[in-house]
C-alpha cells in the first residue's frame, strides 16, 4: 500500500488552500503567451503526477514562505520517495524551472540513480521564466528579461539523460484539465513556444561546440 504521512498531505493541501481550480489555470494560461505593459504572472504552481504500481496520485504546490513551488515539490517526494514508489513522475509547471530549481531536479534526479529506483521523470512547463524568446524579436512586449543562469540550468536539465524536460502540448491541457477540474486550451502559443525552446536549446549546444573547438 502507497502511504504518505497525514501531515506530509496536509502540507501538500495547504500550499492550495486557498487557490481554486479556475485560478490555478488561469495561471497556466496567462504563462505563456508574450507579455505587452509588463504583465507577467508572479504565480507560480507545480502539478505533479505520481504513477504508481496501482492508482496514480496527484499533488499540487505553489510558492509561498518555504521556497519555490518547485523546491516544495522535491522536498516532499524526497521525503515520501520509498512510501510512494513512483514508476513515474510527471511535473506540470506554469513557468519554466530556475537556475536554482533546475539544480534541485538535477540533484532528486541523481538521488534516484544513486538509490537504483526506476523512476522516469518528466518535467513540463507552459511558459519560460525570465528568458527571452527569439520569437520576441520585433514584437512590442516585455518578455525580453534574458538571465543567462536560467537558460544554461535549463540548458543543463534538459540534457540530462535521466529527465524528460519539454513544452505544453495538447494533450497535457487533458491531463491538467483532469487533474484540476476545469478546462482550458491554445495550441498557437504552445507550437510557438516549443520552437522557442528548441532554437534556444540549440543555440546553447552551438555555443558549447564552438568553446570545444576554440580550446582545442
Not at 76 to 94: D, M
Not at 96 to 121: M, V
Request: aromatic share 10%; charged share 30%; hydrophobic share 35%.
Amino acid at each position: 500500500m502507497n502511504s504518505v504521512s497525514a501531515a506530509d498531505t496536509a502540507m501538500a493541501m495547504h500550499s492550495v488552500l486557498f487557490e481554486s481550480a479556475t485560478d490555478i489555470m488561469d495561471t497556466f494560461e496567462r504563462s505563456g503567451p508574450h507579455f505587452p505593459d509588463r504583465n507577467w504572472p508572479t504565480d507560480s504552481y507545480c502539478v505533479f503526477k505520481c504513477t504508481l504500481e496501482k492508482l496514480p496520485r496527484s499533488f499540487i504546490f505553489t510558492d509561498n514562505q518555504d521556497g519555490h513551488a518547485e523546491e516544495q515539490a522535491v522536498n516532499f517526494l524526497a521525503k515520501n520517495i520509498k512510501s510512494l514508489k513512483p514508476q513515474k513522475i510527471r511535473f506540470y509547471l506554469n513557468w519554466s524551472p530556475c537556475a536554482r530549481c533546475c539544480s534541485l531536479f538535477l540533484n532528486f534526479s541523481r538521488i534516484i540513480t544513486e538509490k537504483k529506483l526506476s523512476i522516469d521523470l518528466e518535467i513540463v512547463f507552459r511558459g519560460l521564466y525570465e528568458i527571452s524568446r527569439p520569437s520576441c524579436k520585433g514584437l512590442p512586449c516585455d518578455c525580453a528579461v534574458r538571465k543567462p543562469e536560467h537558460v544554461q540550468k535549463l540548458h543543463a536539465l534538459w540534457r540530462c539523460e535521466h529527465v524528460t524536460v519539454r513544452t505544453f502540448i495538447e494533450e497535457d491541457w487533458k491531463t491538467l484539465v483532469q487533474l484540476l477540474h476545469n478546462n482550458a486550451a491554445t495550441k498557437h502559443d504552445d507550437a510557438l513556444l516549443r520552437r522557442d525552446f528548441e532554437q534556444l536549446m540549440t543555440e546553447q549546444e552551438n555555443k558549447k561546440r564552438d568553446e570545444k573547438k576554440n580550446k582545442n
